[in-house]
């Protein structure tokens, strides 16, 4: 485990494979909610805190729970019912004791449940830093690094998504492709120009 | 009810992909290749038919308040098992689409066929949605994929179309599928609008 590992994560989990752009997790909530720009951060600061969260959660389940005894088929039923406990445990919790903090992103945590981002960070980390069962050193932080930086990937596309849909508003184009089939579009020109980003070498 | 009417809207007029706007993710990360999107197509339709068919069977047995983690359970059930089963009869598959099967679990079409259809209608008629909205969305799969390997890498299905044609690489990476999709979803708004 060195810094540069760390660095290499880094890059590809921002910029190189952002979460959004090129591995198209969470793209109904991306295309959904990045009309504005406050609910836009609203739901990547929630999306940033269960990621990360889930990602500490599922490597424990994972790591002590589901190889000691062999059940390591049984991944994705554990992993997407553990995440949902916690995104309900969280809103629980919010909700009575952090009231203005609930207005703000509260309604947007029943939906991490089903966001494919939460879960596909949790099955990418069991894929990447274990090998044939056994985890590799420093894979707990990795893991926790890992889900830090698709959080981030996260809510950088939703900004600047967010920030150029507001202008769009004003725009005029054809009735046809108003909404929708433009942010796709849109999304297209922004995943090619972080493509940009695929010569980077350390 | 009719069970013909329930199979065939999914295809055109309720096309999950199209017009519902649903379970876009495995779309657009697997749509690189023909043979990587029927794959994709037949563990989603494999999927669905089998979660729309045990959900309406169980509906009156689950209360209400916890519904939406029993029908998680019944779709991980079915997803793990189409993960086992293409893992070993076809790991080349297995190994192209990636995490994107697992992922299924989370996909918002099944859950919201579950949600808005088979946990309200009898069997019948939810083994006829999920598998009419099971073929709309491998034809739409199929659809985009073949766009993007014709584009992509000038094939189909692997065979070279057109000898000679320099093909752009660009519709084989991500920034084609996000092309690719809002261009169809474009399309179709077109061919709604004209019929009003």
Redesign the interface.
Known sequence: MNVGQFLAIFISSVFVSNVILSRFLGLCSFIAISKETRPALAMSSAVLFVITMSSAITWVIYRYLLIPFDLAYLRTISFILVIAAFVQLVEMVIRKFMPALYRVFGIYLPLITVNCAVLGVAVLNSDMFFSKGRPLPGSFQLSIFQGICVGIGYALAMLLMSAIRERLEYSRVPESVREFPLAFVTASLMSLSFMGFNGFKF | MKLPAEFLKGIIRQNPIFVL??G???V??VSTSVSNALGMGAAATFVLVGSNCIISLIKNVVPDKIRI?CF??VI??F??IA??VMRAYSPALNRALG?YV??I????MV?GRAEAFASRRPFLGSLADGLGMGAGFTLGLALISSIRELLGAGELLGYTLFPGFKPAL?MA???????V???M???F??LK?RKE
């Open positions: 706007a649903l876009l993710c495995p657009l990360a983690p998680i359970v991980a059930t997803v793990t993960e086992l995490i697992p992922l679990v989370v996909n918002c859950l660009m990476l991500p920034p084609g599928a996000l092309l999709i809002g261009m979803l474009g399309f708004n077109l609008g």
